[in-house]
Structures are given as C-alpha cells and as structure tokens.
C-alpha cells in the first residue's frame, strides 16, 4: 500500500527504501533521535521530502491534493494542541468527515458561527451513536461531558486517538501513541490498533521494544537516520540489531513473543 523509494529529508532522514503492506500493524523504531517521528510526518505529507518519493497505491503523495491525503489518511501527533473550550464529546466530533468538509478558513476565523454548525450537526443520532461507539472503545465513554483541557495526557491521548479513528481512513498514523499511557492502557490501546487491522494499515512510532515485539507485524528499524532493517518483527528485532539501535543487550523469547532482561552494553 505504502511505499518509500530512496526517501531523504533536510531533518535527518537518508535514503529510505522500504515497504509499508496493507493492513498490517507497523512499528517504527530506533532510538532517540533515529528519525522516527520525521519519518511519519514525512508518510503524512507534513514534511517536503528533499529526494525520493513515496506512493499510496501507486499514487504519488506530493502529486496528492489535501482533500485526497485527508480522505486516506489519518495522523495522530504526539502533541495536538486544542486551543478551544471544548468538551471531549466535541474533539472526538472534529474527527468526523462531514465535520471537517464544512471547515472552511471563513469558519475558523469565526469560533461561535462554526460551533454552533458543529453542534447542530452532531446532534443527528447516528453521530451521537458513532462518538459514544468510538468513545467507548478507546475507554472515554465517562469523559465525554468533561472539558478536554482539564484532562490527563493519558486521557488526552486517548481521546485523540478516538478522534483519529472515528475518520475510518484506511490509513492510520500515530507518532508515540503509548507513551504518555500508563501500562494497562499501553496494553489496551495496542489490542485497540490491532484490531483495526487488517481494514486499517497503522503505523506508529514506539519506543516500548516488548510492546512492539508483541503486537507489531512488522518493524521499520532506524538508526541515526538511516534504515537498519526492516520486515516481520522477529526478523528486525533481533539482538544483534537492538544492540546496534540502541545499544542494549537484550534475551528474547521468541516463542512466547516476549523481551527478558534488557541491559546496557
């Protein structure tokens, strides 16, 4: 579905050369600084790419308008500012198409006139049902009332990745959706990505190497901007590439898809 032929960017990135299949899980990797998160944006159309390009379905991203990127593509950044007063029910509504096809610059630069559309709009019962459907399986069903700027980060993020998902892209892209999480949801929001596959291919930057060795398909391993290794999971997680990543020894029980002890080399 996605492909990356001799991808550079000015941020660090150098000729990546890899393939994303479809609807699969897939994991970007590497260490601090590695590129992970240039690498998204760059999938996501958010950087310009200094050579190399990058296709869905063939169709390359640059030659793309926005309103086809934002029909196939969704994007969950590590920090989504929401500079409004709004309650979670109204950020998981933003996520909704009809929503965001009636955004017009007009209305952005008119708060009042565009809520009171959002509002009116939202008040169809097949909406209201599809957020408390959505809201439910990412565990914010409770919050839906509550101000979303009085919230967590772990309840933050988990909102928009609701919002993210009740677009129905068949693409997802989320840059470190796990790491502001506590381990039981960590856990839960991994089972939630992988049961969107396979109608849904996600790719997400993870820094958490037993998380990613359990439920990722595939790993896109970086190293100080440069593609160590790529494919099925086992395959790129492997002692010898985690010591390189990330300098790190590491036990790996490979039947039982789990990490043992981990220590610095």
Partial sequence: MIKLHNVSLSYGIQNITCHIPQGKLVGIM?????????????????LPLETGTILFNEQPLNEMSLAQKSQILAYFAQNTAIYWDLSVYDVIALGLPETMDNLSEKVRSKKDTFFDRLFHSSNKQWQKEKIQ???CQFSVQHLLEQPFQQLSGGEKARVQL??????????????????????????????????????TTCVVAIHHLDLAYRFCDEIILLHQGNLLA???????LTAENLATAF??????DVEKRMFGTIQKL
Avoid: F, M
């Fill in 133 to 135: 459907q959505i809201a």
């Fill in 162 to 199: 609701a919002r993210c998902c009740i677009k129905n892209a068949p693409i997802l892209l989320a840059d470190e959706p796990i790491a502001p999480l506590d381990p039981y949801y960590q856990i839960d929001i991994l089972e939630q990505l992988k049961s969107l596959t396979p109608s």
């Fill in 247 to 252: 300098g790190v020894k590491a036990e790996i």
């Fill in 30 to 46: 590497g260490g601090n600084g590695a590129g992970k998160s240039t690498l998204l944006k760059a999938i996501a159309g958010i």
């Fill in 230 to 236: 790529h494919g099925n999971t086992q395959n790129v």
